[in-house]
Antibody, heavy 121, light 107 residues
Framework: EVQLLESGGGFVQPGGSLSLSCAAS????????LNWVRQAPGKGLEWVST????????YYADSVKGRFTISRDNSNNILYLQMNSLRVEDTAMYFC??????????????WGQGALVTVSS | DIQMTQSPSSLSASVGDRLTVTCRAS??????LAWYQQKPGKVPKLLIY???TLQSGVPSRFSGSGSGTDFTLTISSLQPEDVATYYC?????????FGPGTKVDVK
């Protein structure tokens, strides 16, 4: 059974940093692209970032480019999202998702339960 | 960047009704289009990928069509458990944008 378990969410002041992790199991982690998607309270889904299976390609939404960094550890089956210079508008539930393929051009067939990030003064 | 729009933003229909949700891309995306269903308080679930391929385990009353810029999600016979918000997503290029969502209620 595929499982994606996010951790690291919490409360942070504007300008602060936070790091999310996603521990994966139940599939061959090394051959699938992984992604972060967020959802602000009461709002729609927003794609945040994608990393290819081999980490060679990374993609970011314009809203987070230069502030967030996606990475993965294929030895330990963990996906990361380092979030710096956080803004109030980054407040959201952050979902870790598994792509159907190895590259960014794949949709998301599994989703974690999410990690809540709250940015507020 | 390619923008994704959906219409309507919400709709209410009766059990058994056939309903259609439309998704439009501002530029052609071939068939790199997915549909997701998010029930209230739940995690999104993949329904359709490649514009028209049903994800395993999804009821056959759901179907998708389209290519290029115009896509549709159809529910052939609405069921009470289909109450949800439906999102389209493009997954080609370097930006994998979601549409704003269509909220479906049952009358």
């Amino acid at each position: 059974e595929v499982q994606l378990l996010e951790s690291g969410g919490g409360f942070v002041q504007p300008g602060g940093s936070l790091s999310l992790s996603c521990a994966a199991s139940g599939f061959n982690f090394t051959i699938y692209a992984l992604n972060w998607v967020r959802q602000a309270p009461g709002k729609g889904l927003e794609w945040v970032s994608t990393i290819s299976a081999d980490s060679e390609s990374t993609y970011y939404a314009d809203s987070v480019k230069g502030r967030f960094t996606i990475s993965r550890d294929n030895s330990n089956n963990i996906l990361y999202l380092q979030m710096n210079s956080l803004r109030v508008e980054d407040t959201a539930m952050y979902f870790c998702t598994k792509g159907r393929g190895s590259t960014g051009t794949s949709c998301y067939n599994y989703w974690g339960q999410g990690a809540l990030v709250t940015v507020s003064s | 960047d390619i923008q994704m729009t959906q219409s309507p933003s919400s709709l209410s229909a009766s059990v058994g009704d056939r309903l259609t949700v439309t998704c439009r891309a501002s530029q052609g995306i071939s068939n790199y289009l997915a549909w997701y269903q998010q029930k209230p308080g739940k995690v999104p679930k993949l329904l359709i990928y490649g514009a028209s391929t049903l994800q395993s385990g999804v009821p056959s009353r759901f179907s998708g069509s389209g290519s290029g810029t115009d896509f549709t999600l159809t529910i052939s016979s609405l069921q009470p458990e289909d109450v949800a918000t439906y999102y389209c997503q493009k997954y080609n290029g370097v930006s994998f944008t979601f549409g704003p969502g269509t909220k479906v209620d049952v009358k």
